[in-house]
């Protein structure tokens, strides 16, 4: 998951789950395989949930990091 390259990142501040985790899905269904999607995210509920239903459906998820006001979160597909 280092490869700055197969790296897509959405913004999803201001969301709130599970809203936030239904554009989520439709952005992972569009990058290819291996590639990782980063969200930003600033919904506190998200940083509990998002991971929970990403590994369900069998993506996998870094640990999530806060950055400023906002976390970040990489799922790769």
């Not at 789950?17 to 439709?26: F, I, S, T, Y």
């Not at 996998?60 to 990489?74: C, K, T």
């Amino acid at each position: 998951m280092d490869d700055a390259s197969d790296i897509a990142v959405l913004d999803l501040r201001g969301l709130k789950c599970p809203l936030n985790w239904a554009h989520a899905k439709v952005r992972l269904e569009q990058i290819a395989r291996g590639a990782v999607l980063e969200l930003i995210l600033d919904d506190p509920r998200s940083i509990r949930d998002i991971p929970r239903a990403a590994e369900a459906e069998g993506y996998v998820v870094a640990e999530p990091r806060r950055d400023g006001s906002s976390w970040r979160l990489r799922i790769e597909k």
